[in-house]
């Protein structure tokens, strides 16, 4: 799996002109899921995501998580994370899963999010989406479950 996380003042996602989903405070993550992704990675992300210290304690430091400041997410599938632009000038997307493979890991991390008692909201998966966001800091990190969750996918 593949994040790009951002922390945000605030956040949306827009399907048809209609607002689906929307946050304060909190993170905004857009999320591709490879061939390779399994069940255990996307357990293994949404808990990190959730403990991730990178909101601001009283010195300024990032210090606090996601759970420590009572923050949201909005999370929003993006197959377009795994474009592979190494050759020729039209992205190539053989490296995302397709929808029938992606969209039940995608269920799995927003159920597992909502298990630890945060608010979720989500995107419509595999919809073309409007994403609004403020970004606080800037803040932006990015997750790559195969670099970093120990052993691998």
Known sequence: ???IV???SQASVEVDRQVVAEI???LMVLVGISRTDTREAALWAA???VLLRIFSDVDGRMNLSLKEVNGSLLVVS???LFAEVRRGLRPDFRGAAPA???EPLYQVFLERLRGHGQSVESGVFGAHMQVRLVNDGPVTL???TDEVMPGGV
Do not use: N, P, S
């Open 78 to 80: 993006q197959f377009t």
């Open 100 to 102: 029938q493979q992606a």
């Open 6 to 8: 951002q922390r945000v």
């Open 1 to 3: 799996m593949r994040l």
């Open 47 to 49: 808990d990190k995501l």
């Open 142 to 144: 990015i997750i790559d």
């Open 24 to 26: 304060g405070r909190g």
